[in-house]
C-alpha cells in the first residue's frame, strides 16, 4: 500500500518527558515523538511508520504549536486521524490539527521561522498552580515602583533590542558537533506582561522569533536577560558577546519549564495539497 502522509500540530506540556526526540522504543526515557509515533503504530496496525518533528524542544519544555510530519500505510481521512491518535496518545499530548501533505514536506528544514515564548514570575512565591508552566525568577528588587512595574523589568525590556538581527550566537547556545553555522537571525524580542489569569502570581513572558535557533540558545538569552533584571550584567555586555563570542557564558541557562513553542511558520503553498 502506498505511503500516506500527514502534517499535524501538536500541543504537549512536557514536564513528564525527556524533550522531543525519540530515544529508542525501550521507553526507558519517554519522549514526546515516542508517544506519537506508538499511536501511529497502534492505529496503523503495526505497519512501518515515521514521525519527523519541526524542533527538537529540550526535556520539561512545553509547545502549543509544534509541527510534524507523520508517514503511514494507512489510508484515513486527516480529521479521523486526529480523533483516532487522540483517543490513545497520553493526556497531556494532543493533535489539534491534521491535513495531508506532500511526501517531500520536511518540518524542520522548510520552516520560515520558529517563535517561542519564556514565561516567568518575579513574585516572592510562584502560585502552585502554575509550577510546571512558569519559572520563578525571582530579582533582587521585586516591589512596585513609582508605579511603572516591576524593577528589572523595564531594563530587561530595553535589552531585548540588542538581540535583535543577524548575529553569531556562539556565546548564547552549547557548541553544534555538526559543523552547523552559529550565525542566526531573531526577527523580534519583546518583554510583555500577560493577562491576569487568576491563579495568584503575576506572569510575565520573553516572545522570541528566529528563523531558527541553536541548542539552548533561547534559554541562554533568556538567563542573560534575568541578570540583566538583576543589575549583574548590562546590555553593552551582551552586545560585546554577540560581537567576538567567548567560551564562557554570560549567565546559566533559564531553566526548561518556562520555555513554549508557539509556532511555526511555512510558506503557504507548502499548506496546500
Known sequence: MAEQHYRVVIAYKGSD???WQYLGDAGEKPTVQFEILKALRKISKYETCRVAGASR???GVHALGQVAKLTTPLQIAPDKLQWGMNSLLPRDIRIIASARCAPDFNPNRQALSKTYRYYFTIDALCAPLLGDLVAHVPLSSSRQADGVGEPGIQSMRAACDVFVGEHDFSAFSVRDVSGKSPIRTVASLELFKTPE?????AVYCFEIKGNGFLKYMVRY?????????????D???????????????????????????????YEALLLQC
Not at 489569569?197 to 502570581?201: D, K, L, N, R
Not at 538569552?221 to 550584567?233: A, C
Open 197 to 201: 489569569a487568576g491563579f495568584g502570581s
Open 57 to 59: 524542544t529540550d526535556a
Open 235 to 265: 546590555a553593552a555586555g551582551i552586545q560585546a558577546a554577540l560581537a567576538l563570542p567567548q567560551p564562557e557564558k554570560l549567565s546559566a541557562k533559564a531553566k526548561a519549564k518556562g520555555l513554549h513553542l508557539i509556532e511555526i511558520e
Open 17 to 19: 518527558y525527556y524533550g
Open 221 to 233: 538569552i533568556v538567563g542573560s536577560l534575568f541578570e540583566v533584571g538583576r543589575k549583574n550584567l
